[in-house]
C-alpha cells in the first residue's frame, strides 16, 4: 500500500516548521476540515472533543495553538496535555472518548520540522480515506462551516496525562513485577519522554540514569535518541549499566543498548519478543508483521522457531493494518517501532522496552546473551535526495536497473528500492549472503538512481 495523498505521508502531515505545509494557517484548516469530516462520519451528531498533544520542539507551542483554534472554530472542545509520547495520545483518545486525538511531531527528524498526527477514538492512526477527505477539504473555503458564537468550544488542559499513560503502560505487567537489580541507562532524545521514560522506570525499582532529558525547543534528537545512539552507548559502558534503552522524538521507537555498548535494532527486539511470547503461549498465530526493510536473518531465525514473518510496507500503521488483519499482536520495524498490540494500538518505545527489561530480569543473563538472537545478514542502505515533485522511481532506465539486481542475487538475497514516504528521498536497499555482492548492486544502483534525479 502506498500513500496517495498530497499532504499526509505515511507517519501523517510533516515538513519544516513555519513552511507550507507545516505553517499554522494549515495547522488550524486541518483541524477545522478534520472536525467536518468527523461531524460527517457520525450524520450530524453532536461532537465532544479533541485531545492534543506534543513533543518539545519549539514550533509545537504555534501548531498546538493553531490546531485548538480551529476545532474550537467548529465547535469541538480541546483538552491540551502537553508533551507525552505519541502512543499516549492514542491511548487518550480511547479512554477519554475522545472524537480525534492529535499528536504534534516530527518523530525523530531535528527541530526544525514538525508533524501532525492524527487518531481517531479507537486509538488507531485514520485511514487513508478520512486523510484524503481531509486533505479536500483543507483545499476549501470552510468558513461557511464556522458554528455560531454560543456554540464554540472549550479548551482546557489536562494534568494528569502523564501518570495515565505511565500507569497504562505498567498495566503490561504483572503487578508484582519489578526491574530491581538491574541499572539502565535511558535516553529520551531530548523528546517527548524526557519525564515519563526516567519516572516509570524509577517507580519499577529500576536503578536509573538519565540522559536526553533536558529539551530546550531545539536539542531534540540533536545528538540523542534511537538514531543517534553514541551518547548512549557512551554512557551505558561508562556507568556500567546492564542495559541501555533510546527513544525517539515523540517516544514511538525504541533502539535497546546492550552492556557492551552494542546497538541492539528492532528487528533483534522482535526476535526474542516473539521467541519468549512463543514459549509462553501468548504469540497469536505463531506468526509476527515486520516490513519489507527487516533483514532476511530475521525471517531464517524466526522460521527456525516455527515462526512465520509476514511483511507489510514501511510505516508503522501498515504494520497495524496487517496485524490487525491477520490477527497478529507482535510486529514492528527495524527502525525500533515495537507494536504489542494486547496493550497498545500503536508502535510505543517505553512498551516495548519494559517487555525487553522483563526479559533481562526473567533470564537472569547479560544483555548481550538475551537480545543478540541472530547475525543479520549483510545489509546496505543508502538514501538519495530528489527534488520534490519528481518521479525517478518511474524512469525505465531505473525499472530496469532494479531488475537487473533482483537477477544478480539469484535468489540468495534481496534487493528493495522505495520512495520514503516523509521525504523526497529514494531508499535503495540490499541484503544477502555475499556482502561485496550487496555492496555492488547497491552501488549501481544509486548510480542510475542519481543519474535519472540530476538530469529529471
Known amino acids: 500500500m502506498s500513500k496517495k495523498t498530497q499532504y499526509f505521508g505515511t507517519d501523517g502531515i510533516r515538513g519544516k516548521a513555519n513552511q507550507f505545509p507545516m505553517t499554522a494557517e ?14 460527517d462520519a457520525r450524520n450530524g451528531g453532536h461532537m465532544d472533543r479533541a485531545v492534543i498533544g506534543k513533543d518539545t520542539r519549539l514550533s ?4 498546538e495553538q493553531a490546531m485548538t483554534a480551529g476545532f474550537l472554530a467548529m465547535g469541538m472542545d480541546v483538552i491540551l496535555v502537553g508533551p507525552i509520547p505519541t502512543p499516549g495520545i492514542a491511548g487518550l483518545a480511547r479512554s477519554l472518548r475522545a472524537d480525534v486525538g492529535v499528536m504534534i511531531s516530527a518523530s525523530h527528524n531535528p527541530y526544525t520540522d514538525n508533524g501532525i498526527k492524527l487518531f481517531g477514538p479507537d486509538g488507531y492512526k485514520l ?8 486533505e479536500e477539504l483543507v483545499e476549501r473555503d470552510l468558513s461557511a462551516d464556522l458554528v455560531s458564537p454560543e456554540n464554540l468550544g472549550k479548551a482546557s488542559r489536562l494534568d494528569d496525562a502523564l501518570g495515565r499513560y505511565i500507569e497504562s503502560i505498567k498495566r503490561s505487567l504483572p503487578r508484582h513485577e519489578n526491574f530491581d537489580g538491574l541499572k539502565v541507562v535511558v535516553d529520551s532524545a531530548n523528546g517527548a519522554a524526557y519525564k515519563v521514560a526516567p519516572q516509570i522506570l524509577w517507580e519499577l525499582e529500576a536503578e536509573v540514569i538519565a540522559i536526553g532529558n533536558r529539551p530546550d525547543g531545539r536539542n531534540i534528537n540533536e545528538g540523542f535518541g534511537a538514531t543517534s545512539t553514541a551518547a548512549l552507548q557512551e554512557a551505558v559502558v561508562r556507568e556500567g549499566a546492564d542495559v541501555g534503552i533510546a527513544l525517539d522524538g515523540d517516544g514511538d521507537r525504541l533502539i535497546v543498548v546492550d552492556e557492551s555498548g552494542r546497538v541492539i ?9 516473539a521467541v519468549s511470547m512463543k514459549e509462553k503461549g501468548t504469540l497469536r498465530g505463531d506468526s509476527v508483521v515486520a516490513t519489507v526493510m527487516s533483514n532476511l536473518g530475521l525471517e531464517r531465525f524466526l522460521g527456525g522457531h516455527g515462526i512465520k514473518l509476514l511483511r507489510a510496507p514501511v510505516g508503522d500503521r501498515y504494520v497495524v493494518e496487517k496485524m490487525r488483519q491477520e490477527g497478529v499482536n507482535l510486529g514492528g520495524e527495524q527502525s525500533g517501532h515495537i507494536v504489542l498490540s494486547d496493550h497498545a494500538t500503536t508502535g510505543d518505545g517505553l512498551l516495548a522496552a519494559l517487555q525487553v527489561l522483563s526479559l533481562l530480569k526473567a533470564q537472569g543473563l547479560k544483555a548481550s546473551a538475551v537480545l543478540n538472537s541472530f547475525t543479520p545478514l549483510p545489509q546496505i542502505l543508502k538514501n538519495i535526495r530528489f527534488q520534490k515533485g ?3 522511481m518511474q524512469d525505465a532506465a531505473v525499472k530496469t536497473a532494479i531488475e537487473k539486481a533482483e537477477s544478480r542475487f539469484n535468489g540468495s538475497g534481496r534487493v528493495l528500492v522505495r520512495e520514503s514516504g516523509t521525504e523526497p528521498l529514494i531508499r535503495v536497499m540490499a ?16 548510480e542510475v538512481i542519481e543519474k535519472v534525479s540530476q538530469s529529471g
Open 26 to 39: 494549515m495547522a488550524l484548516k486541518v483541524a477545522m476540515a478534520t472536525a467536518i469530516v468527523l461531524r
Open 265 to 273: 535494532d528492532g528487528d533483534q527486539i522482535m526476535a526474542c519478543l
Open 431 to 446: 541484503e544477502g549472503d555475499d556482502p561485496a555482492l550487496v555492496e555492488g548492486v547497491v552501488n549501481d544502483l544509486c
Open 127 to 134: 485511514d487513508d480515506a478520512i486523510e484524503q477527505r481531509i
Open 390 to 392: 519528481g518521479h525517478p
Open 60 to 63: 509545537c507551542y504555534m501548531l
